[in-house]
């Protein structure tokens, strides 16, 4: 094992997850980290995304190397809510929130583990990878960061999004795709007490049509869920309308498309059954992807983790990242877990020993020859 530094490693974790970064408000991490990046001798483009996304702007970064390969690195910058004034603390090897906070380690983990390997390879003077960094705004609204990123400046043909959680050692090979639907279903008010037969309730027709739905899961690739519904004005109004927000995941695109092909039928059929009207739309958030076991990029990265003395596994996952939408523009790329856990929660932690190991694997990786 090389000699990680892993006081300024956690120190620098620290430090950044105390930087207020919710989706949208990335300005002030964007800057700090260009900063950083140039100070390590990284040459630094500051990428513009459209105001809606963010007041900040994704980065990319470039540090030539004297190995004849070269890797794309990715994290997102931004975190969920909540994740103003974050108070880190440290016990026994584990670093939590306070309590009434998200950590942030999801995904400032993965970005202090790149610094801290790069600031180690140049202490000991190793000889490395050509390093290409792409830091994104905006993951955890939809991926709207590397949707927006301008892919022209990349030269790699292969990347690692550091986004995951679990063991040190897991490679995510596959992910769903996802697909929205937003319905709004349109009935006839009446009065509730006085004649509610001369009424549609939009929240009739609604519960009609999710009992004859496939819906949670649905085989070991695919998900359905109705996640928000929103209606009503009062109890003595048959409900006009209603709103209801959904998606379907699956690692298969054909099964994603049979699955949301079957809830709209059954919306509309069940609208029709009703004399209601609805209104559908229905929008592909990220496609699947999914990369062979003994793809060279994916043996390639197994044998840092085996020369570490870690055993590399590949998975699959629920969930989408920013590697989702790499893949779909033409660049090769998985995810690694740094060991984040409970991520999305005020009870988010992740230990010094896996932020550690995960850099540990960054320099090995980046200086294998």
Known sequence: MTTINQERLI??????????????????????????LGVLGFSVTKLPVPEAISNGFNIYAKLQGELDDSIVLSCHMDTVTPGNNIEPIIED??????????LGGDDKSGIAAIMEAVRTIQEQNQAHRTIELAFTVHEEGGLQGSKHFDMSHITANKAIVLDSGGAIGAIVTSAPGQQSLKVTIKGKPAHAGLAPEEGINALTVASDAIMNMKLARIDSETTANIGVVSGGQATNIVMPELYLAAEARSLNDDKLAAQVDHMVEVFNQTAEKHGAQIDIQSNRAYNAYSIADNDPHVEDIMASFTLMGLTPFTKSTGGGSDANIFNEKGLKTVNLSTGMSKVHTTEEFITVEDM?????????????K
């Open 93 to 102: 090897g584990v670093i939590r929130s306070k309590g009434d906070t998200i």
């Open 11 to 36: 120190s620098h974790f620290i430090e950044l997850v105390k930087i207020d970064s919710e989706s949208g408000n990335e300005k002030t991490i964007a800057e700090s980290l260009a900063e950083q």
């Open 356 to 368: 550690t190991n995960i850099t540990e694997f960054l320099y090995t990786y980046l200086t294998k």
